[in-house]
């Protein structure tokens, strides 16, 4: 059986047994379409791995998604009004468009050297500042939000507390992301910019409430509301982002709609660390997308992204590329051989692997021990050519 043969089965209920994806222990019942929401970058640096990670994890759910039946529609947006953003820019001493759009080219360089789908929908963030108006007005409408000096502060305590009991811990993210908890306009530390008064000189856009640029989980809360309406199939992202950023996209949806869940189920892919720490810029940790690509085939790199549980944060090692490298050898000699009768049996214990949770290693293990069509099928599948 071929993957196409099984997505015709997957639309019939009779042919798919009643089996259904499952997503961090959330059931996936897919009928028509599958929303994906995918947090996107801000484009102010280059691409590392650990934000290839997400964004490897991301295509794989798409296209087990799609091989389940699913019209898998993937929206990712592009943080180009971001503070962090505006101070690399000014650093650069470019113009913070031109300086998002160039970092953007090679992000999408990067993206298509790793195999990740195009995303059907891919708005940049400035091109939707109309959305997040209408998102502070309609809090505002619901008393969910109030203004101050010509800011609209989301009244979040609540959501912010239930998904972050540890409110140590809840505050030192709330800043380490932005969110200003010390702000003494806002009523609660937990409160967050939907809209924020700019300074002279930071980029501004004309609101009801003053010239000002939106906040950075109100951008997504509103680019998802527009692309899908009030909830989404799979919210995604980096591990980091679980919170604040994802609990404030969601409270943010759920408060002006008033529909629960928003998501019905979360894609946090695992951080990757360099020797026990977060990859990132400030740590001067960062391994390079374009440096791994420049020696490994980008089967190799999406190989060691995949081959885990999607959930666990993990270190990179160039020992564990190496491995990779020879794994993915081994499946394309697998893929070589005859294979093990029609391949269907094992197809299908394949198929049942990537439902559970994308369980990419026991599928591969499955695939390298059939070998044949069933190795060439999850290759295929994976991007693992
Ligand atoms: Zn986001």
């Not at 798919?16 to 801000?42: F, Q, W």
């Not at 990670?53 to 087990?64: I, M």
């Not at 109100?218 to 679980?242: K, M, T």
Request: hydrophobic letters at 50%; a negative charge.
């Amino acid at each position: 059986m071929r993957w196409q043969e099984w997505q015709e089965q997957a639309h019939h209920p009779g042919g798919a047994r009643g089996d259904v994806p499952v997503l961090g222990g959330v059931m996936l019942p897919l009928v028509g379409r599958a929303r994906v929401y995918s947090c996107g970058i801000t484009p102010y640096d280059v691409t590392h791995l650990g934000h290839a990670a997400a964004f490897v994890w991301v295509d794989a759910l798409s296209r087990v998604l799609h091989a389940e039946g699913a019209d898998v529609i993937v929206c990712r947006n592009v943080t180009d009004v971001d503070d962090v953003l505006l101070a690399a820019a000014e650093r650069a001493g470019e113009p913070y468009d031109e300086f998002a759009a160039v970092q953007q080219f090679y992000f999408e360089q990067d993206m298509a050297s790793l195999r990740v789908g195009v995303p059907a929908i891919q708005p940049r963030a400035h091109t939707r500042i109309g959305q997040v108006i209408a998102l502070a007005a309609g809090l505002l409408a619901r008393g969910a939000a109030y203004e101050r000096a010509g800011s609209v502060y989301f009244r979040g305590g609540a959501a912010a507390r239930a998904a972050m009991p540890d409110e140590a811990q809840a505050l030192r993210l709330a800043a380490e992301y932005g969110d200003e908890p010390g702000d003494p306009r806002k009523d609660d530390p937990f409160d967050v910019a939907i809209w924020r008064a700019s300074e002279p000189g930071q980029p501004a856009w004309a609101s009801p409430w003053g010239a000002g640029r939106p906040g950075w989980h109100a951008e997504c809360a509103a680019i998802a509301l527009h692309a899908f309406g009030p909830s989404v199939d799979v919210q995604a992202g980096g591990g980091d982002l679980r919170f604040p950023h994802h609990v404030y996209q969601a409270a943010l949806a759920e408060a002006l709609t008033g529909v629960t869940p928003f998501a019905r189920a979360r894609l946090a892919a695992g951080v990757v660390r360099v020797g026990g720490q977060k990859m990132a810029k400030s740590a001067g940790n960062l391994v390079l997308v374009s440096d791994l690509l420049a020696k490994y085939p980008a089967a190799a790199v999406r190989l060691l992204i995949l081959d885990r549980p999607w959930s666990e944060d993990w270190d990179y090692e160039q020992a564990e590329l190496d491995a990779a490298a020879a794994r993915l050898d081994r499946l394309h000699s697998a893929a070589g051989r005859p294979g093990t009768g029609s391949g269907e049996a094992a197809l299908a214990r394949i198929r049942a692997a990537l439902r559970a949770d994308l369980g990419v290693p026991a599928a591969l293990a499955i695939a390298e021990e059939a070998g044949g069509q069933a190795a060439r099928a999850l290759s295929a599948l994976l991007g693992l050519w």
